[in-house]
């Protein structure tokens, strides 16, 4: 079955705590890329990476890295979480990295609290 | 420029109602426009996609696109209780894939039993 997981899919945590949420999908896909979704605002990418070792910043960066040293897998970190990373996050993964967008796929998501 | 409007909603219909949900944009350099929903606590779903103006129909879904306006509609026919669920517009450029991808803030849709 074609998937993108996520784990954890809830975490709190303290500020100043480094964390890191996984990302891996199972489709042998190029793209992928981080989302937050925050009432209000929508969805806002975070992160992509067009292939292994490319990652670019999206929209919303500040606060965050990532790395892809395998197709499959695209963690984010969060080197000191503070209270306005508390957001929603998807993960998602797309066939290529441009063009039609009929195999893009979404995680399930990871519900982060930062106290 | 990159703004995407959508009306929040809720928007609550009766099943078996034909339901419109729309969203407006600024950019005329968009190209690809998609749909998709989501249930509560999932992930967004990819419904359909379109590129440039016109309708495209999948089942009970209808996506259609006026560049002119700036404007973008989805369409479910014969509406379930299943379909409620918060619908999310997207857009990106031509070649501009998934790193361009701007979304609306979704619609909040009902169907009554």
């Known amino acids: ?115 | 420029q990159k703004e995407v409007e959508q009306d929040p909603g809720p928007l609550s219909v009766p099943e078996g109602a034909i339901v419109s949900l729309n969203c407006t944009y600024s950019n005329s350099a968009f190209q690809y426009f998609m749909w998709y929903r989501q249930y509560s606590r999932k992930g967004p779903e990819l419904l359909m996609y379109t590129y440039s103006s016109g309708n495209k129909e999948d089942g009970r879904f209808t996506a259609q696109v006026d560049k002119s306006s700036k404007y973008i509609s989805l369409f479910i026919r014969d509406s379930q209780p299943s379909d409620s669920a918060t619908y999310l517009c997207a857009m990106t450029f031509e070649g501009g894939g998934a790193d361009g991808l701007t979304f609306g803030k979704g619609t909040h849709l009902i169907i009554q039993p």
């Not at chain 1, 079955?1 to 042998?28: D, F, H, W």
């Not at chain 1, 606060?63 to 929603?88: A, C, D, H």
């Open chain 1, 1 to 115: 079955e074609a998937q993108v997981t996520q784990n954890p899919r809830y975490l709190i945590t303290v500020t100043g705590k480094k964390l890191t949420v996984t990302c891996s999908q199972n489709m042998n896909h190029e793209y992928m890329s981080w989302y937050r979704q925050d009432p209000g605002l929508g969805l806002r990418q975070i992160y992509y990476s067009m292939n292994v070792e490319v990652t670019d910043k999206g929209d919303v960066p500040e606060g965050y890295k990532v790395s892809r040293k395998e197709k499959r897998n695209f963690p984010l970190i969060l080197e000191s979480p503070s209270p306005n990373q508390t957001s929603l996050y998807f993960c998602a993964s797309n066939r290529l990295a441009g063009g039609p967008l009929d195999t893009q796929y979404f995680g399930p998501g990871t519900r982060l609290t930062v106290l």
